[in-house]
């Protein structure tokens, strides 16, 4: 949706920052915010009144829809700043373009590129000194949208608030990550909301990964809740197998996130001609492969942790350890797209948004 630019994006700035307050050597991801946030509203069927003020807290009634129905999608993105202080953004349009997707699937309007843009980039600008320089430092952007409309009736709203906040965060997960392999929850369904960031689709997950962590797993890959043969998604990331030196990732589908990082990590391994076949991988095979010790990796890629390394799972109850290896292709990936967040190397795909 593109819109003509008849509207004036309000400005309240803060009278004095919070960033004293903040230590940046110990955040913890996700709990801090900047100074501002940005808010726009939906009511009588437009995007109206854009505004940039303090971060604080919203005022909403108990009936406003997304309390009752989960009438909500979000997306995550990040902002890097180099060593000379400028900020980039990283393929940004994919995630205006995908919340638009969302939102579509959850009956939201869609929000304007033009005003998403100018909303981010002023914030950012506005709060560039919460960016932190270094590799691994960064700010993760929360955009997202609620269905704000009084009235507990089970259908769309009428009114929805279209928001952007940001937090300071540095590297997301640490250390290499046991999973085990779904073989009674699914995250999503065909038909289903699994290729939208849904609000509940999150909230759908947290009890199979509990579940998980109480026998000591960090993620859950997914599994097609048909069958629960093949390998889909790992937590909130796409997933990534190495078999021999081929790499294998599911085709997106109904039922998986069309990840932005997932896309990328193909385009790199296409230039750097390592063979990339997206299709569908079955435990079956995923565990033979574990067994003759064709398997030489596993990884998540995702905005927040960018490629987290997976150094063992689990199916039926036996757990499959992958083997260290040299000259992996996680580690490869992992660098290759920091180099070009961070504006450490050439950006042969024009993925870098400077703000
Ligand atoms: N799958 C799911 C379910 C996710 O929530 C995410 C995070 N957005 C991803 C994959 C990875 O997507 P991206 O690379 O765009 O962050």
Redesign the pocket.
Known sequence: MSLTKDYTLNIEKINTSRIGQVDFKNLVFGTTFTDHMFECDYKNGAWQNPTIRPYGPLSIYPSSKVLHYGQAVF???KAYKDEKGSIFLFRPL??LK?INISSKRLAIPEFPEELFFEALETLLKMDKAWAQTGVGNSLYIRPFVIANENCVSASPSNEYKFMIIISPVSAYYSGELKVVIAEQYS?SADGGV?FA?AAG??AAQFYPTNLAKEKGFQQVIWTDSNSHKYLE?A????VFFRINDTLITAPTSDR???????K?VIALAERDGIKVDVRKLTVTELVEAAKDGSLKEIFG????AVISFVNGFSYKNTLYNLPKIENSYAKRFKKELMDIQYNLAADPFEWRHKV
Do not use: C, F, P, Q
């Open positions: 997306e995550g993105m994919e995630n995908r995250r699994g960031k689709n999150y998604e937590g909130t990331m796409n998986i996130l069309d990840g932005v990082t997932r990328s890629s995702g905005t927040a």
